[in-house]
């Protein structure tokens, strides 16, 4: 069968570690050219030489994708760089655990403009070369907590969450009938660093015990389903793909 991802272009934000260091790893693998994105530059260097070595393209962009103005600097230099954007994977998200009462809503803001704005911002930022090709995906890493009816200890999470997933149903409305496609996938606890983001000793602990254990799915397991979206037919949009541990 052929391979619909190689020589295409994706964009993967958060590629420094977790789910979108996978999701880059894999797309490399599958002969797309990926260039990585996060804030630390040294951690997608690294990534870089890992993916050459493997015999795979990839180019580093330090960014801070709640940042609008490198959104569209930072996409700029990767089309400089790679000739066009073929894919985004918006995955880089942060977790501020903590329910309302005595929060800090410096902590809401950080996680609206890193988990939703930023999104909105890169997606903002490729899309007209994709309209003028009439072909692109653009896919965002939602999470379980989305699914729900918000959590008591995670509320501005989940709440950024359940917002994501309601803007990529409107995206995918809005630049589906033009050929670009719009997915969404909602995992629950895999192993990755983000429990150690958490500053708060104990909500760290807690998210080190959810996340570090024999039940919880891998960065690959979601990278996997990233890579499954991306690899279908430009006709079909896999619109969601909602992943929980077996046990
Ligand atoms: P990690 O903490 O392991 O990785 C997060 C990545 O996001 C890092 O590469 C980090 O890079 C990047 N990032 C964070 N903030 C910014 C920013 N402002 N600008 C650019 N990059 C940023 O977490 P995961 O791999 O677990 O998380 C990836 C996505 O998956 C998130 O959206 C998360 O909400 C979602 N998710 C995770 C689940 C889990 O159980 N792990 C469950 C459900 C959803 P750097 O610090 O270098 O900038």
Redesign the pocket.
Same mark, same amino acid.
């Given at each position: 069968s052929t391979n619909l991802l190689k020589g295409k272009v994706a964009i993967v934000?958060?590629?420094?570690?977790? !789910?979108?260091?996978?999701t880059a790893n894999l797309l490399a693998a599958q002969g797309a050219r990926v260039a990585l994105?996060?804030?630390?530059r040294e951690?997608?260097t690294a990534l870089c030489e890992e993916i050459a070595a493997a015999g795979g393209e990839a180019a580093a962009f330090a960014? &801070?994708? =709640? &940042?609008e103005a490198q959104a569209g600097t930072t996409v700029a230099a990767v089309i400089a760089h790679f000739g066009q954007v073929d894919i985004l994977v918006?995955? =880089?998200? !942060?977790?501020r655990p903590g329910g309302i009462v005595g929060a800090d809503a410096a902590d809401w803001r950080d996680t609206f &403009?890193?988990?939703l704005l930023?999104p909105m911002y890169w997606s903002r930022a490729v899309l007209p070369g994709m309209l003028e090709r009439g072909a692109g995906h653009i896919v965002t890493?939602?999470?379980?907590?989305a699914k729900g009816p918000g959590a008591p200890t995670n509320n501005a999470?989940a709440a950024s969450?359940h917002a994501i997933t309601a803007f990529c149903g409107g995206l995918r409305r809005e630049v589906g009938p033009q050929g670009v496609r719009v997915t969404i996938v909602?995992?629950? =606890?895999? /192993?990755?660093?983000?429990?150690?983001?958490i500053a708060e000793p104990g909500a760290r602990d807690a998210m080190r015990e /959810?996340?570090y254990n024999s039940t =919880?799915?891998q960065?690959g397991d979601?990278a996997a389903a990233i890579c499954y979206a991306l690899a279908q037919h430009p006709r079909v949009n896999v619109d969601e793909i909602w992943l929980t541990p077996t046990k």
């Open positions: 934000t958060g590629a420094s570690a977790g !789910i979108g260091a996978a994105v996060a804030r630390r951690r997608l960014a &801070d994708v =709640a &940042d918006n995955n =880089a998200g !942060i977790i &403009d890193i988990n930023g890493v939602s999470s379980n907590a999470y969450k909602e995992p629950g =606890a895999t /192993h990755t660093e983000i429990a150690e983001t /959810h996340l =919880a799915m960065a979601i």
